[in-house]
């Protein structure tokens, strides 16, 4: 199964990126390191900037622990 998230805002006030993420049979968000990679480059468009983050950020169609849960196991080289 796949949930739609919407992500917005930011410390750099980005416009929204949608990320279609499967849900595992626990519920869990399940997103590839390419998914959170293409979030990053997103959210944050300076390399070596220390934005703080996820702050400030606005998610949609998930918790945001949840989603943080799901971009911290799939981070490998974060």
Request: glycine share 12%; charged share 25%.
């Amino acid at each position: 199964m796949y949930k739609k998230i919407t992500i917005s805002g930011g410390f750099h006030n980005r416009p929204e990126i949608n990320v279609r993420a499967r849900t595992a049979d626990d519920g869990r968000l399940v997103l590839s390191a390419g998914q959170v990679d293409r979030i990053w480059r997103h959210m944050c468009t300076y390399h070596g900037c220390i934005c703080g983050m996820r702050h400030g950020w606005h998610v949609e169609g998930a918790d945001r622990q949840d989603l943080a849960e799901a971009m911290a196991e799939a981070a490998v080289g974060w």
